[in-house]
């Protein structure tokens, strides 16, 4: 397993995790993405990424569930909903998400997107007394710009920000324009999320490059070469850069089992060439 530094802190975090997106919304499927999360865990995948907003909380009553004899050996992240953002909002909400995880602290917390109703500098009084309290270890943010970054870790004081989780894939390199630059200069860990593009698309945001097209054709030349899957080297891609951490959803065995074979080759320099040409980041 590779393994990252959180920022500046000395805790050390699989480079893969394990997200939980559109877990928890279906009794039927429950009983499997418990058993994914599971396995997971044990292959070493123990970085698990949730938050109260999926499944209206049920993501986070399956990792409750999947994690509670294996707690200690698990780096917990949740976040709480822009609309939960007032002092008071902040505190019920991590209150909530304890209780639904069953678990006595949240190893890193994470406002999930910038609040057009309350003040950045309310949310993060909350999360320092969050901190102050035992009830969080680490604060982070989500969807933030630099600007929004800079100013989270003004008003958290001696607390730090140690993390920004952000859109990162193949075809969507956004976050290489500034919140990437900005992460390295001040030691803050970038968690990608949707490191496979969109499933199903969404909102006109792309999606992984489908069979047959140009794109699909590149990864998979790539991929004959490492003995791999397309996918794999668009995971392999995405944790090349030391900030890097990445949290593909993966609801069964096999997709794990594919996850972790991603680590086991390096791309050489000639194939990420091929791979900028191939989807260079929009300006």
């Given at each position: 397993?590779l393994y990252?530094r959180?920022?500046?802190?000395?805790?050390r975090?699989?480079?893969?995790?394990?997200?939980?997106?559109?877990m928890?919304?279906?009794?039927?499927t429950?009983?499997q993405?418990i058993e994914?999360?599971?396995?997971?865990?044990?292959q070493?995948?123990?970085l698990?990424d949730?938050?109260?907003?999926?499944?209206?909380?049920?993501?986070e009553?399956v990792v409750?569930?999947?994690?509670?004899?294996v707690?200690k050996?698990?780096?917990l992240v949740?976040?709480?909903?822009?609309?939960?953002?007032?002092?008071?909002g902040?505190l019920r909400?991590?209150?909530?998400?304890?209780?639904?995880?069953?678990?006595?602290?949240?190893?890193?917390?994470?406002?999930?997107?910038?609040?057009?109703?309350?003040?950045?500098a309310e949310?993060?009084?909350?999360?320092?007394?969050?901190?102050?309290k035992?009830l969080v270890?680490?604060v982070?943010?989500?969807?933030?710009?630099p600007q929004?970054?800079?100013?989270?870790?003004?008003?958290?004081?001696?607390?730090?920000?140690?993390?920004?989780?952000?859109?990162y894939?193949?075809?969507?390199?956004?976050?290489?324009?500034d919140?990437?630059?900005?992460?390295?200069?001040?030691?803050?860990?970038?968690?990608?999320?949707?490191?496979?593009?969109?499933?199903?698309k969404?909102?006109?945001?792309?999606?992984f490059?489908?069979?047959?097209?140009?794109?699909?054709?590149?990864?998979d030349?790539i991929?004959?070469?490492?003995?791999?899957?397309?996918?794999?080297?668009?995971?392999?891609?995405?944790?090349?850069?030391?900030?890097?951490?990445?949290?593909?959803k993966a609801?069964?065995?096999?997709?794990?089992k594919?996850?972790l074979?991603?680590?086991?080759?390096?791309?050489?320099?000639?194939?990420?060439?091929?791979?900028?040409?191939?989807?260079?980041?929009?300006?």
């Amino acid at each position: 397993m590779l393994y990252r530094r959180l920022a500046n802190t000395s805790e050390r975090i699989p480079a893969i995790g394990q997200g939980t997106w559109k877990m928890g919304e279906n009794k039927v499927t429950e009983k499997q993405e418990i058993e994914a999360l599971r396995f997971g865990i044990e292959q070493g995948l123990t970085l698990i990424d949730t938050a109260e907003e999926y499944g209206k909380g049920g993501a986070e009553k399956v990792v409750g569930q999947a994690i509670r004899d294996v707690r200690k050996e698990v780096f917990l992240v949740t976040k709480v909903s822009a609309k939960n953002c007032s002092y008071q909002g902040v505190l019920r909400a991590a209150e909530d998400s304890l209780e639904r995880l069953k678990t006595n602290t949240i190893d890193l917390y994470l406002q999930h997107w910038p609040s057009e109703e309350f003040e950045l500098a309310e949310t993060m009084e909350a999360m320092a007394e969050l901190v102050r309290k035992s009830l969080v270890k680490n604060v982070g943010v989500s969807n933030f710009s630099p600007q929004l970054m800079q100013e989270a870790q003004h008003h958290l004081g001696s607390i730090p920000l140690v993390c920004n989780q952000v859109a990162y894939h193949l075809n969507d390199r956004r976050a290489e324009r500034d919140v990437l630059p900005y992460c390295k200069e001040n030691n803050l860990t970038v968690m990608g999320y949707s490191p496979f593009g969109y499933a199903p698309k969404v909102f006109g945001m792309a999606g992984f490059p489908e069979t047959g097209s140009r794109e699909r054709e590149v990864l998979d030349d790539i991929a004959n070469k490492y003995h791999a899957s397309a996918y794999q080297v668009a995971l392999n891609w995405v944790l090349r850069q030391e900030p890097l951490v990445t949290i593909p959803k993966a609801a069964s065995k096999e997709h794990i089992k594919d996850n972790l074979n991603a680590l086991r080759f390096k791309l050489e320099e000639e194939d990420l060439e091929q791979i900028e040409l191939t989807f260079p980041v929009i300006k």
